[in-house]
Every structure is written in C-alpha cells, then in structure tokens.
C-alpha cells in the first residue's frame, strides 16, 4: 500500500488488489497514511487454487482493476 500511495501522489493512476480477508487491515493502513486508497478485493484464499480457479478469478476482477486505473 505505501508503494501504492506513493505512486498516487505523484499523479500515477495506481490501485492493488487484494483478497477481502484483509479488508478490514487495508482500511486501517490508508487511514494511517492518509490515503484515499482504490482496491479490488477478490475471494480468499487464493493459495492453493488451481491455475483454472486463478483465471477465473482474474478475469473476474479485470473490469474493476481496469475502472480503478481509467479513473
């Protein structure tokens, strides 16, 4: 996220994606460093999936990744 914020302020469209497990961290960490953060969060666990099940998630999540850095 510091890498995100950092890129932000310096006028670069930059967003991560995440899995929703760490929502709650994630809101917690850009009000730390005073940031409007921008994430996609995807389901969890993403470990141990197949490559089927990471496309699928992927391609899921491409719409919103793409919306997030057009902005």
Do not use: N
Not at 32 to 59: C, K, N, W
Not at 61 to 66: H, I, L, N, R
């Amino acid at each position: 996220m510091h890498d995100t914020a950092d890129l932000e302020r310096r006028g670069i469209p930059a967003m991560y994606v995440a899995t929703v497990e760490f929502v709650d961290g994630a809101d917690a960490q850009a009000r730390a460093l005073g940031f409007e953060h921008s994430p996609v969060y995807v389901e969890h666990p993403i470990q141990d999936r197949t490559d089927e099940e990471m496309l699928a998630i992927a391609d899921a999540a491409f719409e919103a990744v793409v919306a997030q850095l057009v902005v």
